[in-house]
């Protein structure tokens, strides 16, 4: 298996421990068990932005920078 598959693979499931941490989070039935889920998905937000440092540096995963017009005009339609 190539590591860029591999790396992918990986990032997926990451994204999705963040998901289901969130999730944890947002339905917890106590402080310590919410305080335990964010922390669990800030630890899982941590690893999915260095997996996506990697493989954006090795070129696996490409973004464009979005034209400042359009920022601005999104800024606009959520601001009213």
Do not use: R
């Not at 992918?8 to 335990?36: Q, R, W, Y």
């Not at 400042?68 to 601001?79: A, E, L, V, W």
Request: one cysteine or more; glycine letters at 2%; aromatic letters at 8%.
């Amino acid at each position: 298996m190539q590591d860029q598959v591999i790396m992918d693979n990986i990032l997926t499931s990451v994204k999705n421990c963040c998901d289901i941490f969130m999730h944890g989070a947002i339905e917890s039935p106590t402080p310590n068990v919410n305080t335990a889920f964010k922390q669990a998905l800030n630890d899982c937000l941590c690893m999915q932005n260095e997996i996506y440092s990697k493989m954006a540096q090795k070129g696996w995963y490409p973004s464009t920078q979005a034209p400042q017009q359009q920022i601005d005009q999104t800024k606009q339609k959520y601001s009213n």
